[in-house]
């Protein structure tokens, strides 16, 4: 039984002091090149749920690169990569 506690103990420690992040839930100091929007040229609008904001030169918000590059060709390039994170007005 104390065997078990321990590794308890253990995995807890471990999982405070090293917490899951990821790019988006920090301000990452990362240069992050625009996104490449071919992959997405077959299969416009088939995207997942990701959330990865990006913020285009129209002042709209787009959930990740899969959605600004959808709306980006379906615009005939009407605008253009501004920066990742949520616009401000």
């Not at 129209?58 to 920066?83: L, P, R, V």
Request: aromatic share 14%.
């Amino acid at each position: 039984m104390y065997f078990c506690s321990s590794w308890i103990r253990a995995l807890c420690i471990i999982v405070l002091a090293f917490p899951p992040h990821s790019e988006t839930s920090f301000g990452s100091s990362k240069h992050r090149d625009p996104p490449n929007c071919d992959p997405y040229v077959d299969q416009l609008h088939f995207c997942t749920r990701e959330m990865d904001p990006i913020c285009a030169t129209n002042h709209q918000t787009y959930n990740n690169k899969c959605i600004f590059c959808s709306e980006k060709m379906e615009s005939g390039h009407a605008f253009q990569f501004d920066f990742y994170g949520r616009c401000t007005h």
